[in-house]
């Protein structure tokens, strides 16, 4: 049997052109073999990859943490977006770790393959902090809190899963299944996570240079990309980052315009003492849960009692917050070594996010936002009643 013909690989013709697209499982060596084989018995002009940029970098390069400053993290507000890409990049090497293969090893085959035989590499993905962007962005408030939930979650999760069932994975009628319920149950993560990037990973691969092109994508998109064969696809305007939300932008100042009417209303009213009494009600909240929090993420002590005094006020202040005076103190405390920043490419579980410097970094600040918007709410409601 070629390797044209295996259950993983979809012939597509383009203006004369053949397309193969190989639908892999991440962590699967059965995926590595059939990668290598395909573009071994092809020999394809162009091999394109699901990848962009800065992952392409992180399979070639896995000392490329060392440059990775954390005080660049935090003045540039990444720590929300570099903390959601450990922990996904994290799962995958459990699982891979569980089944002996290394999170992206057909990807890094397909790439070494395209160098042994002289054929063009294309990196077909969008790139990472587009579509995150642009997945937070089509999140309501209420989908980002669960998101994150599920995301913290997934570090203490320890189900067990065998090679035939990620090999499932690869099977067109479960891939089919598997999209079409994620869909109806997270239809707002459907269209940036899954459906904007089939249309742009199609397009790049038609766009390849070369009469035969081999693309090696996520089964899962096989598809969706099959489907937008002959679509227009605009890449750039699919890389742009939507405004936030009109809810979003007004978040920021619900606590300050709150603080401000409860003082409006202790001058009109005359009541001082009740709504003096009120807001120092809403400032012991704030710096409780912000301290709090900061505790029970392993903050330094001299973390959490600045991220607490500070959250009050902060929290007054559009754009800014206790989460990145955490970060920033913790930062300075407990300055990550060459160590900890190499040390994020091996980060597995809840223990090695906490016992990494750089990572701890993270999960601190994230912890003290999270407490400071929770003491600030409790405040909120304080200064109502």
Same mark, same amino acid.
């Given at each position: 049997?070629?390797?044209?013909? !295996?259950?993983?690989?979809?012939?597509?013709? /383009?203006?004369?052109?053949?397309? /193969?697209?190989?639908?892999? *499982?991440?962590?699967? %060596?059965?995926?590595?073999?059939?990668?290598?084989?395909? +573009?071994?018995? +092809?020999?394809?002009?162009?091999?394109?990859?699901?990848?962009?940029?800065?992952?392409?970098?992180?399979?070639?390069?896995?000392?490329?943490?060392?440059?990775?400053?954390?005080? %660049?993290?935090?003045?540039?507000?990444?720590?929300?977006?570099?903390?959601?890409?450990?922990?996904?990049?994290?799962?995958?090497?459990?699982?891979?770790?569980?089944?002996?293969?290394?999170?992206?090893?057909?990807?890094? *085959?397909?790439?070494?393959?395209?160098?042994?035989?002289?054929?063009?590499?294309?990196? @077909?993905?969008?790139?990472?902090?587009?579509?995150?962007?642009?997945?937070?962005?089509?999140?309501?408030?209420?989908?980002?809190?669960?998101?994150?939930?599920?995301?913290?979650?997934?570090?203490?999760?320890?189900?067990?899963?065998?090679?035939? %069932?990620?090999?499932? !994975?690869?099977?067109?009628?479960?891939? =089919?299944?598997?999209?079409?319920?994620?869909?109806?149950?997270?239809?707002?993560? %459907?269209?940036?996570?899954?459906?904007?990037?089939?249309?742009?990973?199609?397009? #790049?691969?038609?766009? @390849?240079?070369?009469?035969?092109?081999?693309?090696?994508?996520?089964?899962?998109?096989?598809?969706?990309?099959? =489907?937008?064969?002959?679509?227009?696809?605009?890449?750039?305007?699919?890389?742009?980052?939507?405004?936030?939300?009109?809810?979003?932008?007004?978040?920021?100042?619900? #606590?300050?315009?709150?603080?401000?009417?409860?003082?409006?209303?202790?001058?009109?009213?005359?009541?001082?003492?009740?709504?003096?009494?009120?807001?120092?009600?809403?400032?012991?909240?704030? $710096?409780?849960?912000?301290?709090?929090?900061?505790?029970?993420?392993?903050?330094?002590?001299?973390?959490?009692?600045?991220? *607490?005094?500070? @959250?009050?006020?902060?929290?007054?202040?559009?754009?800014?917050?206790?989460?990145?005076?955490?970060? /920033? $103190?913790? @930062?300075?405390?407990?300055?990550?070594?060459?160590?900890?920043?190499?040390?994020?490419?091996? $980060?597995?579980?809840?223990?090695?996010?906490? #016992?990494?410097?750089?990572?701890?970094?993270?999960?601190? #600040?994230?912890?003290? =936002?999270?407490?400071?918007?929770?003491?600030?709410?409790?405040?909120? +409601?304080?200064?109502?009643?």
């Amino acid at each position: 049997m070629s390797a044209a013909s !295996l259950d993983c690989v979809t012939h597509l013709e /383009y203006k004369g052109r053949d397309i /193969y697209l190989v639908g892999t *499982a991440h962590v699967s %060596q059965r995926s590595v073999d059939d990668v290598g084989r395909v +573009i071994e018995d +092809i020999r394809p002009d162009t091999v394109c990859v699901e990848l962009d940029a800065a992952r392409h970098q992180a399979l070639v390069d896995p000392k490329r943490w060392r440059s990775l400053d954390i005080f %660049q993290v935090i003045r540039e507000r990444r720590i929300t977006f570099l903390l959601t890409s450990l922990v996904l990049s994290s799962y995958q090497r459990r699982l891979g770790a569980k089944l002996g293969v290394r999170p992206g090893a057909e990807m890094l *085959a397909a790439i070494d393959q395209a160098e042994r035989i002289g054929a063009e590499l294309v990196l @077909a993905d969008r790139d990472m902090p587009a579509t995150l962007r642009r997945t937070w962005a089509a999140l309501s408030v209420w989908d980002c809190v669960q998101l994150t939930g599920t995301l913290v979650g997934s570090m203490f999760a320890k189900g067990e899963i065998t090679e035939e %069932q990620v090999e499932a !994975l690869k099977d067109r009628d479960n891939i =089919s299944e598997l999209v079409r319920e994620f869909a109806e149950l997270m239809p707002r993560l %459907q269209r940036p996570l899954i459906d904007e990037r089939d249309r742009f990973l199609m397009s #790049s691969v038609r766009e @390849a240079p070369g009469q035969r092109v081999v693309a090696v994508v996520g089964a899962g998109h096989v598809g969706g990309m099959v =489907s937008y064969l002959h679509a227009d696809v605009d890449r750039e305007a699919l890389s742009e980052i939507p405004p936030p939300s009109w809810i979003r932008r007004l978040l920021p100042w619900l #606590s300050p315009v709150v603080v401000l009417l409860g003082f409006a209303h202790a001058h009109a009213e005359g009541a001082r003492d009740g709504v003096l009494l009120a807001l120092a009600g809403w400032a012991i909240a704030n $710096v409780g849960f912000t301290a709090l929090f900061g505790l029970i993420a392993r903050a330094h002590l001299l973390t959490a009692l600045a991220a *607490a005094c500070a @959250a009050p006020l902060v929290v007054l202040i559009p754009g800014t917050g206790a989460g990145i005076v955490a970060a /920033y $103190v913790e @930062a300075w405390l407990r300055r990550p070594t060459l160590a900890d920043c190499e040390g994020l490419s091996h $980060v597995s579980s809840l223990r090695d996010f906490r #016992s990494n410097r750089f990572t701890r970094v993270l999960i601190v #600040s994230l912890a003290a =936002s999270v407490g400071s918007a929770l003491g600030a709410a409790i405040g909120v +409601i304080w200064l109502l009643v």
